[in-house]
């Protein structure tokens, strides 16, 4: 069986997470590149196993978290649904069971903001870990540059963030603590309400209520 370490070091899909960030990082997107791609593959597990989910699909689900982006190497746009296209081809030729390749690629194509459904364990998973994951260390480029926009000021504003999963409480918990000097908390809402709202409704379909708590206040 694939194994999330056996992703880690395949070159097709390391080949598409470096040349998706590239590409990225000409149109001025935060980093989209092996950090990202390792962070939300560990939290994704972690959310799936903190709550009692069989291994073999936390596995899968680290597996298709650290693949999410690999649509990016073909364009920014849609890249959710043609980074689940690729990621067929990869796991086919890796010769993964079919079943296997469709909860991944599921996973994968419902990941991005604009077309997201949280339809899957490993798909609500995907969202929570990925979305999730703001921090500083993901800006390109610095304050003072002119391409410095309300993304960049956003992410670089958080200088700590954590997901949580309570699941005696039923709870999953986004904490954030923001340089409210670099970023009013208003902006964040401005730029990544769309995101909260699928966390939350990824966390309903875990059968969980998510929270987000900003600088010690529960906002939602």
């Keep these: 069986m694939l194994t999330y370490e056996e992703i880690r ?6 080949s598409l997470i470096e040349a998706g960030n ?6 001025g997107f935060t980093d989209h590149g092996f950090g990202h791609a390792t962070v939300t593959a560990k939290t994704a597990g972690a959310v799936l196993e903190s709550l009692g989910y069989d291994p073999r699909e936390c596995e899968l689900a680290r ?20 980074g689940g296209t690729l990621a067929y081809t990869v796991l086919s030729q890796m010769q993964v069971p079919h079943a296997e390749i469709a909860a991944i690629v599921t ?17 609500a998973a995907l969202i929570l870990a990925d979305k999730s994951d703001v921090r500083r260390s993901r800006v390109r480029c610095k304050p003072s540059d002119p391409s410095f926009d309300i993304h960049d000021r956003v992410n670089y504003a958080v200088v700590d963030s954590s997901l949580a999963v309570h699941a005696e409480d039923g709870v999953i918990a986004l904490k954030l603590s923001i340089d409210t000097s670099i970023c ?11 995101r909260m709202i699928l966390c939350r409704d990824a966390a309903s379909f875990l059968k969980m209520r998510f929270e987000l708590i900003i600088n010690e206040t529960r906002m939602l």
């Design 22 to 27: 590239a590409a990225l990082g000409v149109i």
């Design 63 to 82: 597996i298709a978290a650290y693949m999410h982006d690999i649509g990016n190497a073909v364009n920014r746009s849609n890249h959710a649904l043609t």
């Design 9 to 14: 070091r395949s070159e097709a899909v390391n």
């Design 107 to 123: 996973a994968i194509g419902n990941h991005d903001e604009h077309t997201a459904n949280a339809v899957t364990p490993i798909s």
């Design 184 to 194: 009013p908390v208003m902006d964040y809402f401005e730029i990544f309400l769309t």
